[in-house]
C-alpha cells in the first residue's frame, strides 16, 4: 500500500512539472504555441481540445487516483484497527472424561498352618534326700537317661527326638485385610482450588514453563489432567487424560506444575469430605 502511493505522489509530481513546463515554444501541449499555430483555423477542432486540456485532465486524473488510493488506505487502517471480538472459550464438559473407578479385588489369605515345636524328652530331676523312709518309686536307670534332659517334670517329648508326637492346638487368628479407601466420581460438592477455577487457570499461567522444542516446532493445544483430590485436599494420581498433539513434553510439564499445586477444598457428599476424582485442562498456547 505504501509504495503505491509513493509511485502515486511521484507520477503525479511529473505530471505537474510537464503542466508547469508547457509553456515553452517546444511542447506541444504549450498554450502559447496552440494559440499561434490554430490562430485563424477552427479551435472547435478535436487537436486543439486535446492539447488545451491535456495538462488539466492529467492532473484531475492523479489527483482523483491519490483521492482513491488514500481513500482505500485510510479504510483498510480503520478495518485494521477495529477492536477484535474477544475469544470466549467454551467450558469444558468434565462429566465426558469421568471414569468409573474399578473394584479392587481382595486377596484371599489361606490361614497359616501352625507350628508344632520341638519337645525333647525329659526325667524329672530329683534332689538327693536321706530318709529312712522306704521308697517306691525307683530312680531311673542309665538306658531311660539316654537323650533325655533334666527337667522339673518327665516328659515323653516327639518324634524327632525318639518320643511320641506331642501335637499342640494352636489358637487361629484372624487375618485383618486393609480395605482401600473408595474413591467418588460423582458427589454433591465437587472438589476446588483454593479462589475458585480462574485462580487455578491464574496458577498454572504463572508456574508452566512452556518446553522449548514445543515453541520452536510451533506445537499448541490442551492436556487434560486426571488426578485425586483426597479428603484432606492433598492430589495424587496424576495422569495424562487426553495430552497434546505430539508433544509429550508438554504433558509432563503440565503434571508437574498440577503436583506442586497446593490443598484444596475437598469434594463432600451428604456435608461428609471424600476422596474423588477432578479433571482439569491444561492449555498451552503461544503468543
Request: hydrophobic share 35%; proline share 7%; glycine share 6%.
Amino acid at each position: 500500500m505504501v509504495p503505491a502511493i509513493i509511485l502515486t505522489i511521484m507520477v503525479a509530481a511529473l505530471s505537474l512539472y510537464d503542466f508547469l513546463s508547457s509553456k515553452n515554444w517546444q511542447e506541444v501541449t504549450s498554450s502559447e504555441r496552440n494559440d499561434i499555430v490554430f490562430e485563424e483555423r477552427n479551435h472547435a477542432y478535436g487537436a486543439y481540445q486535446i492539447r488545451k486540456n491535456y495538462s488539466s485532465r492529467m492532473i484531475l486524473i492523479m489527483l482523483g487516483v491519490i483521492l482513491t488510493i488514500g481513500l482505500a488506505f485510510g479504510i483498510y487502517k480503520i478495518i485494521q484497527n477495529l477492536p477484535k471480538p474477544e475469544e470466549v472459550e467454551t467450558p469444558l464438559d468434565l462429566t465426558q472424561f469421568a471414569v468409573d473407578a474399578k473394584e479392587k479385588e481382595e486377596d484371599i489369605v489361606e490361614p497359616l498352618e501352625p507350628e508344632i515345636p520341638e519337645v525333647q524328652k525329659s526325667i524329672q530331676f530329683l534332689e538327693p534326700k536321706v530318709t529312712n523312709d522306704q521308697v517306691d518309686t525307683p530312680p531311673p536307670v542309665q538306658s531311660e537317661m539316654d537323650n533325655t534332659a533334666a527337667s522339673t517334670v518327665n516328659s515323653n517329648g516327639n518324634s524327632d527326638f525318639g518320643g511320641t508326637e506331642v501335637i499342640v492346638q494352636k489358637k487361629e487368628e484372624p487375618i485383618e485385610v486393609k480395605k482401600e479407601p473408595e474413591i467418588f466420581t460423582v458427589v454433591d460438592e465437587p472438589a476446588e482450588y483454593p479462589g475458585g477455577l480462574q485462580e487455578a487457570r491464574k496458577y498454572l499461567a504463572e508456574n508452566i514453563n512452556y518446553p522449548d522444542i514445543a515453541r520452536e516446532m510451533g506445537y499448541q493445544g490442551k492436556c487434560h489432567l486426571r488426578f485425586v483430590v483426597s479428603e484432606n485436599g492433598y492430589i495424587s494420581n496424576v495422569t495424562v487424560l487426553k495430552g497434546v498433539p505430539d508433544c509429550p513434553e508438554c504433558d509432563k510439564e503440565a503434571v508437574r506444575v498440577v503436583k506442586s499445586m497446593k490443598q484444596w477444598k475437598p469434594a463432600k457428599i451428604n456435608g461428609k469430605s471424600v476422596n474423588s476424582y477432578y479433571t482439569l485442562p491444561v492449555n498451552f498456547k503461544l503468543g
